[in-house]
C-alpha cells in the first residue's frame, strides 16, 4: 500500500556524514512508522532507527545510538537518517521500511525500499 524510495548513499570517509532519505508514496506517511535497517555483506539485515507516527518516540540500535538520527517530516512524505561520525562497520545497504508500529525484526516488515548503498571507506 505505501512505496518507498531511498536515496543519499554513497561513498564517504570514516568520520564523515550522510543523510539517507526515505520517499514515501501511495499512502500518507502520518499513517506509518518509519524504520530504518541495513544489510552488510556476509550479514543479515538488522535494525538500526526507528521512529514512531503516532508521537516522536525514536529508537535505535546500541551500535549506531549516539551517532545516527531519525527524523520525518510527514507533510514531505519522507523520513531521513542522518548519520554522522561513520565508521567502517557502518558500510551497508540501507533499506526503509514502514509498518503501523516501529519493529526491529525485519522479517516482520511488509513495505521496503529497494535500498541505497553506503560505503565508509578508510
Known amino acids: 500500500q505505501v512505496q518507498l524510495v531511498e536515496s543519499g548513499g554513497g561513498l564517504v570517509q570514516a568520520g564523515g556524514s550522510l543523510r539517507l532519505s526515505c520517499a514515501t508514496s501511495g499512502r500518507p506517511l502520518s499513517d506509518y512508522a518509519g524504520t530504518w535497517f541495513r544489510q552488510a555483506p556476509g550479514k543479515e539485515r538488522e535494525f538500526v532507527a526507528g521512529?514512531?507516527?503516532?508521537?516522536?518516540?525514536?529508537y535505535y540500535s546500541d551500535s549506531v545510538k549516539g551517532r545516527f538520527t531519525i527524523t520525518r517530516d510527514n507533510a514531505k512524505n519522507t523520513f531521513f537518517l542522518q548519520m554522522d561520525s561513520l565508521k567502517l562497520e557502518d558500510t551497508a545497504v540501507y533499506y526503509c521500511?514502514?509498518?503501523?508500529?516501529?519493529?526491529?525484526?525485519?522479517?516482520?516488515?511488509?513495505?521496503w525500499g529497494k535500498g541505497t548503498l553506503v560505503t565508509v571507506s578508510s
Open positions: 521512529i514512531a507516527w503516532h508521537d516522536v518516540s525514536t
Open positions: 521500511a514502514a509498518d503501523t508500529v516501529v519493529r526491529t525484526s525485519p522479517t516482520l516488515m511488509n513495505y
